[in-house]
């Protein structure tokens, strides 16, 4: 089955950092556009970040642009969100997403596949 697994969400002060993961099982992610999206509690989801096939196009929405940076691993199939100098409005539930297209696009339904989510929760 074909799954996509976010990690290392959690509690944090305000300016903190986290990291997030997104893992795959039976998906090579080497091959797919990434996408990390958010939501926070009574809000539509939105884009945060992708990146394309090979990393060579990054994009970044205006409210994460300079604090945030997407990467990626093929050896360990992980693509990654560092996350800097969080803010309290960056409290959501995270999720990734992968693109057949190879594409980085903010559109969620233009992925092919999505986890769960991790957590994240920031205090001010």
């Known amino acids: 089955q074909l799954q996509l697994v976010e990690s290392g969400g959690g509690l944090v002060q305000s300016g903190g950092s986290l990291r997030l993961s997104c893992t795959a099982s039976?998906?090579?992610?080497?091959?797919?556009?990434i996408g990390w999206f958010r939501q926070a509690p009574g809000k539509e989801r939105e884009g945060v970040s992708c990146?394309?096939?090979?990393?060579?196009?990054?994009k970044y929405s205006d409210s994460v642009k300079g604090r945030f940076t997407i990467s990626r691993d093929n050896a360990k199939n992980t693509v990654y969100l560092q996350m800097n100098s969080l803010k309290a409005e960056d409290t959501a539930v995270y999720y990734c997403?992968?693109?057949?297209?190879?594409?980085?696009?903010?559109?969620?339904?233009?992925?092919?596949?999505g986890g769960q989510g991790t957590q994240v929760t920031v205090s001010s």
């Open positions: 990146v394309s096939i090979g990393g060579g196009i990054t």
């Open positions: 997403a992968a693109a057949r297209s190879g594409l980085c696009v903010w559109s969620q339904y233009l992925y092919d596949y």
């Open positions: 039976g998906l090579a992610l080497e091959y797919y556009a």
